[in-house]
């Protein structure tokens, strides 16, 4: 089935930093969206984006659907420590409703 | 803010036993979902659900498996006589349209199977 590379796997990180994380399918979607998950947590949304080319900010997180409809990057700036946890891109792809769901990136921040 | 909310929150159970897994959707949500998380993987789509009646289901959601919406606020996932490898984190989630609507997850049910 459809899969999703998203990179990295894991950072470390100082508190303050920026972040930058991507995602790339190797088909087009026409729904980018971003969540966090938190432990014993169900994924919670940070950003959607409908439209290639979007960019979208949602307080310190920037995300934005690439112009070929193929890739996605979410960054964080100025990172603090409950900006720890997973990160997972999901898209959509056709008329289809379902997310496919990449394999996440784990942040840790050090204060 | 209205958020979706799963029970329970962890369920053993002993292999070959059947399980349901109860979600309670946002309220004015039309479009319903399952996904599962074994652990340490990614988020896996398992079905999707309209109008009182399965729009997609991906290869997991075999016959083992069946959804219903028994009335006008919960939506179930069944599971019968379970096997080891069903062990995993099962989300629910919904939204108010398939396109152009993000989709909304609870904070899921952790089905163990012994």
């Known amino acids: 089935g459809q899969q999703l590379n998203q990179s990295p796997q894991s950072m470390f990180i100082q508190e303050g930093e920026d972040v930058s994380m991507n995602c790339t399918s190797s088909s087009i979607f026409n729904t980018w969206l971003w969540y966090k998950q938190d432990p014993g947590e169900g994924p919670v949304l940070l950003i959607a984006?409908?439209?290639?080319?979007e960019l979208t900010s949602n307080g310190r997180l920037t995300a934005q659907f690439g112009i070929t409809r193929k890739d996605s990057f979410l960054n964080i700036s100025a990172s603090i420590p409950s900006d720890v946890g997973i990160y997972f891109c999901?898209?959509?792809?056709?008329?289809?409703?379902?997310?496919?769901f990449g394999k996440g990136t784990k942040l840790s921040v050090k204060p | 803010e209205p958020e979706v909310t799963q029970t329970p929150s962890h369920q053993v159970t002993q292999m070959g036993q059947e399980v349901i897994l109860r979600c309670v959707p946002i309220s004015n949500h039309l479009y319903f979902y399952w996904y599962r998380q074994i652990l340490g993987q990614k988020v896996e789509f398992l079905v999707s659900f309209y109008n009182n009646e399965i729009s997609e289901k991906s290869e997991i959601f075999d016959d083992q498996f069946s959804v219903e919406r028994p009335d006008g606020s919960n939506f179930t996932l069944k599971i019968r006589s379970t096997k080891l490898e069903d062990s995993a984190m099962y989300f629910c989630?919904?939204?108010?349209?398939?396109?152009?609507?993000?989709?909304?997850f609870g904070d899921g049910t952790r089905l163990s199977i012994l």
């Open positions: 989630a919904s939204s108010d349209s398939t396109y152009n609507q993000p989709q909304h």
């Open positions: 984006l409908y439209k290639a080319g």
């Open positions: 999901a898209g959509r792809e056709g008329s289809q409703g379902n997310l496919i």
